[in-house]
């Protein structure tokens, strides 16, 4: 793919080659198993929600690209969302009734809505996983008055700090972006690593991504883990450094998804299968290091993210400097979109999501069949039928839904066929 992809509509194609032209030139045009250009999307129109993140950034170059235009939903609408609780709100109302369709969100986001977790009144509202966006790219950063005492992927030089804090009768705040989403998985995991009981040795607060930068310069958190660019602007601002990335926590670890109101996938099959076919060419075209100056120019401008592109640019590109003196060029850790699987929704690691939440006791045991709910929810399928129209060879399409046994920098195993022992291996949770 190139950058210089543009608008295709119906209609420039009607004045481009005259009406009696039309059908054929769409059906040459539309992808190898693509929906047949004749019939069409049962609409043009979805309204899509995202974060200011750079894993966001496939929603926004489909848009900007005009690669909707070119799989037949040129009418979807892409609209910032102030927080994944305004994500969670907007998707219950739907885009016919003010809302939003889908978006991009947080990967367990979809089970947490489905199951009614993390809804009013807890009303369930099925959603389904069309695609994973991106796999590593978030990183767990610390505030400059910690840096002294050197954590990094150990958490446990800040154990003593911390406790020292709750005996003095203000307990260290650290913040991630919503309940149960990635962010507070990850800062959990590390937290626990170290020997800190997240839930019982410091306080988590939740803090819109866009806000973490803010927060820690007034000293509201010690740490915080959020996407990018903010843990690169809080480096940029000299008020905190990273930790770690997330990379480092668990090798191309899934990040952020494409979900979408399950309502409206059933009701418009065709046009779910379009507007997926332009978020993977986006995925592909993000991914090409190429393109990576143009995608950071695009989602900074002030309509998307309104950052400055260098807050952006360099970890895009795998440049990464930590704020403490370390720093990596070209690391294999960096945000992925398409390549080694980044795009696929693997369901091995949809089972971990629902896994570690039942570790922190967002699900109690035997709350969920979790195999079960992953089947509903997981649209790999779909998927796979995107990945075709597009072009993507045979070989290049996982063959397993499953990854297998994923192994954390801690050394702990978490093995999809068994998920009762990686649980049992863990030493701090809160199994509801």
């Known amino acids: 793919m190139t950058s210089s992809l543009r608008p295709f509509t119906r209609r420039t194609l009607i004045k481009a080659t005259g009406a009696a032209a039309t059908v054929a030139a769409v059906r040459g045009f539309f992808p190898a198993g693509a929906m047949a250009a004749e019939a069409g999307p049962e609409t043009t129109k979805a309204i899509l929600g995202y974060i200011a993140l750079t894993d966001a950034s496939p929603l926004i170059i489909a848009k900007e690209k005009g690669l909707f235009a070119k799989y037949g939903v040129g009418d979807v609408d892409v609209q910032k969302q102030a927080s994944w609780g305004t994500t969670r709100d907007n998707m219950e109302l739907g885009g016919a009734s003010g809302g939003i ?9 979809p089970y947490l809505i489905s199951t009614g977790k993390v809804t009013k009144n807890n009303q369930k509202l099925p959603m389904y996983i069309l695609a994973r966006l991106n796999t590593n790219g978030q990183a767990i950063s610390v505030a400059k008055a910690h840096l002294p005492l050197g954590a990094k992927l150990d958490s446990k030089p800040l154990k003593a700090v911390f406790a020292k804090m709750k005996a003095d009768g203000h307990a260290a705040k650290v913040a ?4 149960g989403g990635t962010h507070d998985l990850w800062i959990r995991y590390w937290l626990a690593a170290g020997g800190i009981d997240p839930d019982k040795d410091v306080e988590t607060i939740v803090v819109p991504p866009p806000q973490m930068v803010a927060n820690m310069k007034v000293g509201t958190m010690e740490a915080f883990c959020v996407g990018e660019p903010w843990n690169s602007q809080l480096v940029h601002q000299d008020a905190g450094y990273s930790a770690l990335i997330t990379g480092q926590l668990w090798k191309d670890h899934p990040e952020k998804a494409l979900g979408m109101r399950a309502e409206w996938v059933d009701k418009n099959p065709k046009a779910a299968q379009a507007l997926l076919s332009a978020v993977l060419e986006a995925q592909q075209w993000c991914d090409a290091d190429v393109n990576k100056e143009e995608m950071c120019n695009i989602v900074g401008k002030r309509a998307w993210f309104n950052v400055p592109p260098e807050d952006i640019i360099d970890r895009a590109q795998g440049n990464i400097d930590f704020g403490d003196g370390r720093k990596l060029e070209k690391t294999p850790l960096y945000m992925k979109f398409w390549r080694d699987h980044a795009s696929y929704p693997f369901k091995s690691h949809d089972q971990w999501f629902l896994t570690e939440d039942m570790r922190w006791g967002q699900f109690a045991p035997g709350d969920i069949d979790i195999k079960k709910l992953v089947d509903q929810v997981n649209r790999e399928d779909m998927w796979r ?24 920098f801690d050394g702990k195993v978490f093995d999809p066929e068994a998920p009762e022992a990686y649980l049992k291996s863990l030493d701090i949770k809160r199994m509801a």
């Open 101 to 109: 369709d889908g978006a991009h969100i947080l990967s367990p986001f």
């Open 176 to 179: 991630m972006t919503f309940p």
């Open 385 to 408: 039928t995107a990945a075709k129209a597009i072009g993507v060879k045979a070989a290049d399409i996982p063959a397993s839904t499953s990854r297998g046994k994923e192994t954390f």
